[in-house]
């Protein structure tokens, strides 16, 4: 059997997790999972579907500039980051990514999907909202940065990945009982650790 190790980076309540796990009944699949969030990685701990023989949830800031995780440096195969980039402060972005690629094996990739710029959460930040370019505060506190495909490129290319996939992806959200409607802008995209022959 073929063991795919993936990582979640930012995994909040385990919703890209759990559906792996279940995909993978054959226990071919080990996903590990880490949130800054200490309640986040509580919920998926108590999850019916958790077991540490199958995935192992951690709390970790993914931030840092020496990030030191639960993992060994080149076993994973995949590692998502899902709406996680666009919370952290634009400075330590770049970084982020490169500490995670460290965690890929050769052909591992990052599969990426974010907010893209003047995406409608973008349009509606009120007036004094506004932290530094593109980069906002949420009523909750939470922060929230719109990319572009260039930034994302610049980023990834720069930790060394090689592109696969980076793309906008552009919908159109109706809301018939509301009445609205809402243009949705997120990039999409996949970047791999060069194999060792490459």
């Known amino acids: 059997a073929v063991v795919s190790t993936q990582s979640t980076g930012g995994c909040g309540p385990g919703n890209t997790i759990f559906p792996i796990l279940e995909q ?12 800054f969030s200490p309640t986040a990685v509580e919920i998926v ?9 199958r995935c192992k949830a951690f709390v970790c800031d993914i931030s840092q500039r020496e990030l030191e995780m639960p993992i060994e440096e080149g076993s994973l195969d995949f590692i998502t980051m899902i709406f996680v980039l666009s919370a952290l402060n634009p400075g330590d972005m ?3 990514i490169a500490n995670l690629a460290r ?3 050769p ?22 909202r506004c932290l530094s370019e ?5 009523g909750d506190g939470t922060k929230v940065y719109f990319f572009t495909q260039e930034e994302l490129d610049g980023m990834f290319t720069g930790a060394g990945l090689v592109k696969i ?4 992806d552009r919908r159109l959200q109706v809301n018939r009982a509301r009445k609205l409607k809402m243009y949705r802008i997120w990039i999409q995209c996949k970047y791999a650790k060069p194999e060792l022959n490459e």
Not at 24 to 35: I, L, M, S
Not at 45 to 53: A, G, M, T, V
Not at 134 to 138: E, K, P, T
């Open 24 to 35: 993978a009944k054959e226990g071919n699949v080990f996903v590990y999972g880490c949130d």
């Open 45 to 53: 701990q108590s999850h019916d579907l958790y077991n540490e023989e």
């Open 94 to 96: 770049a970084h982020c």
């Open 103 to 105: 965690y890929l094996k």
């Open 107 to 128: 052909g591992g990739q990052i599969l990426f999907r974010d907010y893209g710029r003047y995406d409608l959460a973008q349009l509606r930040f009120k007036n004094g």
């Open 134 to 138: 593109n980069f906002y505060a949420r």
């Open 165 to 168: 996939q980076n793309i906008v």
